[in-house]
């Protein structure tokens, strides 16, 4: 049932959080294979997030994980796994295939069985790993390289990269179902590409009772500020609902990519009046507590997103999400559902999107009754972590 369905008579039942009843029983496989994940690892924003519940995870299902970081800055310091899981490899550049060499020497010694890489840089070094060692190698594809920034050049460079270096791996995965008719118009053999979307941890969630008398509504950009996720449509709308007399507070929270970015969104904040609702608060490494605070998720991305993971963090928190309709994000938010769904680079839309999402407490209750059971339902990161071990074990089989 959409909210907007909902009618004043009807109740909502409570979730039941069966994770809160009782700790889950983790079963342990015995071990089955050695994967070694080589990643970038220089932010640590969504598709870091997944590698991390990999490492976590994986040996669930009887695959050990370590990670290899070319270039090695926040990944290292903020994943929260065992030292001995993360070894460093920086690259000189892009093309620094001594990196390489030295990956290979460790893959040897160490007897991986699965080489896991996550970008077109990272693809590159890993052909060359599986090339010299025999060991297979499987690509997951987070986000549109085509479109991944706002910068075209490097956008094609890494493009013609990954389209090079994917002609010698044995599986992919893309995290949505249009990632995947991506990879099949590039030529992608379907017999070697799976859909596994991301997942993330059942966090406590929201209790809605206790902001039936709220009167602002507070929302939450969490993400790496940049260009491509749409914060200058997002304070374009704010601005608008602020001459409306919406009463919404808007946060910031997350880095800039450059400081560059930085000064130029805080000086639209002003520019734009919006001082007294919208504030940076930085970047936070306790995704949960944000967004637990919030009364909604808003994702204004212009293009680029794989299968958003703080969109999947807002859904096990109970928190609804306002987005827009780009690439993989309309595959986990239903518009009236668990959130609403705007245009891309359209301000209105998101203005009315926004301003429906604030209509009254009632429908956010049902908002976010249906988060919880959509993220229990399909985006959990134990059913996330199987069905990559399931891909590993289909590549050992055929060996």
């Not at 009843?21 to 070694?36: H, Y």
């Not at 990196?99 to 007897?111: L, Q």
């Not at 008398?213 to 304070?235: C, D, F, N, Y």
Request: charged share 20%; proline share 6%; with cysteine.
């Amino acid at each position: 049932m959409t909210v907007s369905h909902l009618s004043s008579s009807e109740s909502v039942s409570p979730v039941v959080l069966p994770w809160a009843a009782k700790p889950s029983q983790t079963v342990v496989t015995p071990q089955i294979g050695k994967v070694l994940h080589i990643i970038n690892g220089e932010f640590f924003s969504g598709a870091e997030r997944v590698q991390q519940l990999l490492g976590k995870r994986l040996e669930q299902f009887g695959y050990s994980t370590e990670f290899a970081c070319v270039k090695p800055e926040k990944f290292p310091e903020l994943c929260g796994l065992r030292a001995n899981q993360v070894s460093q490899f920086p690259m000189g550049g892009r093309f620094d295939i001594g990196v390489a060499k030295k990956i290979t020497k460790k893959v040897i010694e160490e007897s991986f069985d699965i080489l896991h890489a996550h970008t077109p840089r990272t693809a590159l070094v890993t052909s060359l790993v599986s090339l010299w060692t025999g060991v297979p190698w499987v690509y997951h594809v987070h986000s549109p390289t085509a479109r991944d920034s706002t910068r075209g050049v490097v956008n094609r460079i890494n493009l013609l990269i990954e389209r090079y270096s994917i002609k010698s791996c044995n599986h992919l995965i893309t995290v949505s179902k249009s990632l995947r008719r991506q990879m099949l118009q590039y030529g992608v053999d379907r017999r070697c590409l799976s859909v596994v979307p991301n997942g993330v941890p059942a966090i406590e969630p929201v209790v809605p009772a206790t902001r039936a008398t709220h009167a602002v509504w507070k929302m939450g950009m969490i993400a790496l500020m940049r260009p491509r996720k749409g914060v200058e449509v997002a304070l374009a709308a704010m601005r608008e609902l602020k001459r409306r007399e919406i009463p919404v507070q808007l946060n910031l929270i997350g880095g800039f990519e450059s400081e560059a970015y930085q000064s130029q969104i805080l000086e639209m904040i002003m520019s734009f009046g919006l001082n007294d609702t919208v504030r940076w608060t930085g970047f936070t490494n306790d995704v949960p507590t944000a967004i637990r605070e919030l009364d909604g998720l808003l994702l204004p991305s212009l293009f680029g997103e794989g299968m958003p993971m703080v969109v999947l963090e807002a859904l096990a928190a109970g928190v609804p999400v306002v987005a827009t309709r780009v690439e993989g994000t309309p595959e986990v938010i239903r518009d009236g559902v668990e959130g609403f769904l705007a245009e891309p680079q359209n301000a209105q839309s998101l203005t009315e999107k926004i301003e429906e999402f604030t209509q009254c407490r009632r429908q956010w209750q049902a908002l976010s009754h249906n988060a919880l059971i959509r993220h229990r339902a399909s985006f959990t990161d134990e059913v996330m972590a199987q069905r990559v071990a399931r891909v590993y074990s289909r590549i050992l089989d055929k060996i």
